[in-house]
């Protein structure tokens, strides 16, 4: 069964540094999303993505965050500088269609992301 | 209650009892997720209800909605030590634009052996 993959699975970062979490959505899938979840807390939408464009995004994803996709089966989260409450499993996502109503997203092991 | 908040916070029951789970919401919704996630690892989707269903079963699950009560419950029948994890309602409301989830707290389930 196609699954969407993440990588790496643990990246350890010094603060101020930039990171780049890698993510394969399922194939066949339009929209793709990243979420995050700070240890013991809930997960929480970052962005999303359509048509090589940011379809939404929330008040988390500020300037340092950004999302590519580079060569049509990756899809990136990058984050330019790096601070101590960015630690956090990042999640990926990806949903099947566009339509207004189907909305099943489907979602990667994470990142665990640690800032030191 | 936040959006999506899931009652209770921990339920521990024995092995083949049955493990019921709810979810509240405040504002409207067009589809109600409920996922699995076991300790530090990946979100597992286990089934979508649609606004307009009232009932959705999958294999030994069972998900109820109600939209006048903006509130969900998750069965778990019979349940099984390889059960235990933690248990994610997650809502949207695509049809306002909002395609993004909104996730609860979660509730931990423990299910003894």
Known sequence: EPEVTQTPSHQVTQMGQEVILRCVPIS????????????GQKVEFLVSFYN???????EIFDDQFSVERPDGSNFT???????LEDSAMYFCASTRLSSQTYNEQFFGPGTRLTVL | SQQGEE????????????ATMNCSYKTSINNL????????RGLVHLILIRSNEREKHSGRLRVTLDTS???SSLLITASRA??????????????TGRRALTFGSGTRLQVQP
């Open chain 1, 28 to 39: 066949n899938h339009l929209y793709f999303y990243w979420y995050r979840q700070i240890l």
């Open chain 1, 52 to 58: 090589n464009e940011i379809s939404e995004k929330s």
């Open chain 1, 77 to 83: 989260l990058k984050i330019r500088s790096t601070k």
């Open chain 2, 7 to 18: 009652d209770p916070q921990a339920l521990s029951i024995q092995e083949g009892e049955n």
């Open chain 2, 33 to 40: 997720q409920w996922y699995r996630q076991n300790s530090g």
């Open chain 2, 69 to 71: 009560k903006k509130s």
């Open chain 2, 82 to 95: 390889a059960d235990t994890a933690s248990y994610f309602c997650a809502t949207d409301a695509i049809e």
